[in-house]
């Protein structure tokens, strides 16, 4: 519709004997300006869409990005993902932020390997000691021991 009435008007313009030339130049030079300043927005929206069209994290998830971006995800919208950070401090990232660097989704899996070094006397079993790593805190993992222990240091 806008293209329509901007050519209407270049012609009658044309007609009345001003240059179509510098017409165009000024049409040519706004256009450009526009460009220029939607430019971070149209990036943004196109991250948006992105990131809600393939799911590479939900509402929930924890996420880290690069640098200080990191935080559980409360929102993604069309230019910003809003994130709740661990000491609380909600935090809004722009989309092409997080589209344009690595993110490393921690909630994504529901099992994580987690390794822990600690010394044990020699004579103890290693059932008896995964049941006292249970017992330590709450009975909440899951623990298996596929290979062997290492004996001796590390």
């Known amino acids: ?3 329509i009435r901007v050519v209407a008007i270049v012609a009658a313009l044309g007609k009345l004997g001003i240059a179509m030339a510098s ?13 220029l300043v939607l430019q971070g ?8 869409l992105m990131l809600l069209l393939l799911r590479l994290f939900r509402v929930g998830d924890y996420i880290e990005g690069s640098g200080t971006t990191a935080g559980t995800v409360n929102e993604i919208g069309l230019f910003t993902t809003r994130l709740t950070k661990a000491d609380g401090i909600i935090m809004y990232v722009p989309n092409s932020l997080i589209w344009s660097n690595a993110v490393t989704n921690y ?3 529901d099992r994580r390997r987690v390794v822990i070094n600690f010394q044990a006397q020699h004579s103890l079993r290693v059932e008896h000691l995964l049941d ?4 330590m805190v709450g009975a909440k993992i899951r623990a298996s021991c596929k290979t ?3 004996r001796g240091s590390p």
């Open 1 to 3: 519709m806008w293209a």
């Open 41 to 48: 927005k149209l990036q943004n929206i196109a991250a948006g």
């Open 132 to 135: 006292e790593l249970k017992h």
């Open 107 to 109: 909630s994504a899996n």
């Open 148 to 150: 062997r222990p290492r």
């Open 23 to 35: 017409i165009l130049t000024v049409l040519g030079a706004t256009g450009l300006a526009i460009g």
